[in-house]
C-alpha cells in the first residue's frame, strides 16, 4: 500500500505542476480489510510492528485527504488475472 500512495501522490503533484487540481481525494480500492483498518487505526499491536513505517505514509496521506481507501471485495476488482496465452506450434 505503501507504494501504491507514493505513486498516487506523485501523479497528483505531476498533474498538478500542469495544473491539472482534484478537488478530491483519489479512491485506492483495496481488497484486504485487515490493511484498511490499520491504516485507519493509530493503535499499533506486536504483530504490526514490522510494516509500521510503511502504514505511517499511508495514514498520513488518508488523514490529509489525499487517499480514500474503499473495500472491493475480491471476486469484484476490475484488474485482469495474468494469463499465459497457450500456443501450440505446428513444425
Not at 495544473?19 to 499491536?45: K, L
Not at 502504514?55 to 494469463?83: A, D, E, K, Y
Amino acid at each position: 500500500m505503501a507504494s501504491t500512495t507514493k505513486e498516487i501522490v506523485w501523479l497528483r503533484w505531476l498533474l498538478a505542476d500542469m495544473r491539472v487540481f482534484f478537488s478530491h481525494p483519489t479512491p485506492m480500492y483495496c481488497d484486504n480489510q485487515s490493511s484498511i483498518q490499520i491504516a485507519h487505526n493509530s493503535v499499533f499491536h506486536e504483530r504490526t510492528k514490522h510494516i509500521e513505517i510503511d502504514c505511517h505514509l499511508t495514514r498520513h496521506h488518508l488523514q490529509h485527504g489525499t487517499i480514500t481507501l474503499p473495500f472491493v471485495p475480491s471476486p469484484l476488482q476490475i484488474s485482469l488475472p495474468m494469463r499465459i496465452p497457450s500456443l501450440v506450434f505446428v513444425f
